[in-house]
């Protein structure tokens, strides 16, 4: 008697394994637990390249910083950067330097509205910075958000199609229940699965990219104060000639 009632129980343990779960859930359960699979592999992706962009970017800004201050001549720097592709604060120097330089080529241009065109072009090439960087952050919060409802929906349907299959065959022992909702709740299980660390990662890049911009904009803010000084510098000079 015991060996037939262990039977079944046996029989259930051997089916209760997660890949069994998958095969015998139903196409709508599949797919979604095929699409928040595929959402989980993509934000990881996101995760580790976003990780390593801030980490060069934070690289960058102490190289560049550390050069900057060592007392090299701004001509100097421009021309060593401005011949190969810059990234953060070397970005935003070439960018307020190419302006500078344009405003000195004609000798008789005027310094008004120059400062307040370095800092528009400081502005925008922050805001490019910070745009690369968040680029598909996005993604991480919607996975994150959307993620545990995705596969709740999923449960929902799962327990639906149980309990039109113990309609169909009359029976509600525990054997014929268990299987289905475990199927359900699946679902919902890789649902979380990949919101968590999608939302985790989503709060931490968002810091890193925040405090990153925090100081591209402290840079600016110091070497506009250096153009500031050089513009009334010159247009000293240039009062005095006259």
Not at 94 to 107: D, L, P, T
Not at 170 to 179: D, G, H
Request: hydrophobic fraction near 55%.
């Amino acid at each position: 008697m015991n060996e037939i009632a262990a039977t079944p129980l046996a029989a259930a343990g051997g089916e209760a394994s997660i890949f069994a779960m998958f095969w015998s859930a139903s196409i709508v359960v599949k797919l979604v637990m095929m699409g928040l699979l595929s959402a989980s592999v993509w934000c990881w992706a996101i995760i580790i390249d976003k990780t390593l962009a801030v980490r060069r970017t934070r690289a960058a800004i102490d190289d560049f910083e550390n050069v900057f201050w060592s007392g090299n001549s701004l001509e100097d720097l421009y021309h060593s950067l401005a011949a190969r592709p810059t990234m953060a604060t070397a970005s935003l120097f070439v960018a307020a330097m190419r302006e500078w330089k344009r405003s000195f080529q004609n000798a008789h241009a005027s310094f008004v509205g120059l400062q307040s065109r370095i800092e528009k072009v400081l502005d925008v090439s922050i805001a490019r910075e910070v745009e690369k960087l968040e680029s598909n952050l996005l993604v991480l919060a919607t996975v994150a958000s959307a993620g545990p409802f995705i596969g709740l929906f999923g449960t929902v349907w799962g327990i639906m199609t149980s309990f039109r299959s113990i309609a169909a065959s009359k029976n509600t022992s525990l054997a014929v229940v268990a299987p289905g909702i475990a199927e359900a709740l699946f679902a919902t299980a890789i649902g979380l699965f990949a919101a968590i660390p999608a939302l985790i990662a989503y709060n931490k890049l968002s810091g890193d990219v925040a405090k990153t911009q925090a100081k591209m904009e402290s840079f600016a803010d110091e070497f506009s104060a250096i153009l500031s000084r050089q513009i009334d510098q010159h247009a000293g000079s240039r009062s005095n000639v006259a």
